[in-house]
């Protein structure tokens, strides 16, 4: 499996602010994936990052709210823009494991705080 | 469209005793079944993954689940609980239809392992 790491770890931001969530993977993969959790609750995907491309977001979430880069194959960051205190989240980036099957492996999580 | 339910928000067990946390889906063919866990403020850990074969599947921490097609389950079983494996776990769905279906996550279940 794929080792992934997330920078930062958590974050108390202001109100209107953006905060850009960065994820490392120590090898190359074709898609990554960022993930919403709300607190207690279960993953929400925001969007799907391929190298090279736009990112696809899922119903709910606009590219305006949440800019994704995509540069290389080891490396994406996710941008929270505009935050209000409903933003308050972690954040999980994840990758997809060998196909054909593609379980997904799951970075530590950003736990962010919008006051 | 596919979904995953866990009917159950909480399931309380004592240690040594037997446990299992349930899961249900709906998926178009033969899905891809996961499971995973996650500890307090760290990411979801892949514990294992169901595609084909034997209908029980063994993976990390002694855990297993039971595959059953006529009851759309995939129930997560641990013949002894530790107070370790308190934690929230996660079903997640897949199905087989190539790399560009979702992986969709269940509601959770948090198991809390006394004593």
């Known amino acids: 499996s794929a080792v992934i790491s997330q920078k930062p770890s958590r974050d108390i931001c202001q109100r209107g602010t953006s905060l850009t969530i960065q994820c490392q993977v120590d090898?190359?993969?074709?898609?990554m994936f960022w993930y919403r959790q709300q607190p207690g609750q279960s993953l929400t995907l925001i969007a799907t990052?391929?190298?090279?491309?736009?990112?696809?977001?899922e119903s709910g979430f606009v590219i305006d709210k949440f800019p994704i880069s995509r540069p290389n194959l080891t490396f994406s960051t996710l941008t929270v823009s505009n935050m209000s205190p409903e933003d308050s989240s972690i954040y999980l980036c994840?990758?997809?494991?060998?196909?054909?099957?593609?379980?997904?492996?799951f970075g530590p999580g950003t736990r962010l705080t919008v006051l | 469209a596919q979904s995953v339910a866990q009917p159950e928000d909480q399931v309380n067990v004592a240690e040594g005793n037997p446990l299992t946390v349930k899961c249900t889906y709906s998926v178009s063919g033969n899905p891809y079944l996961f499971w995973y866990v996650q500890y307090p403020n760290r990411g979801l850990q892949f514990l294992l993954k169901y595609i084909t074969g034997d209908n029980l599947v063994k993976g990390s921490y002694g855990f297993e689940a039971e595959f059953n097609k006529s009851q759309t389950s995939f129930h997560l079983k641990k013949p002894s609980a530790l107070v370790s494996d308190s934690a929230l776990y996660f079903c997640a769905v897949r199905a087989p239809s190539g790399s560009a279906s979702k992986i969709i996550f269940g509601s959770g279940t948090r198991l809390s392992i006394r004593p």
């Open positions: 090898s190359q993969v074709t898609m």
């Open positions: 990052a391929n190298q090279g491309s736009e990112a696809t977001y």
């Open positions: 994840s990758v997809e494991g060998v196909q054909p099957y593609n379980e997904q492996f």
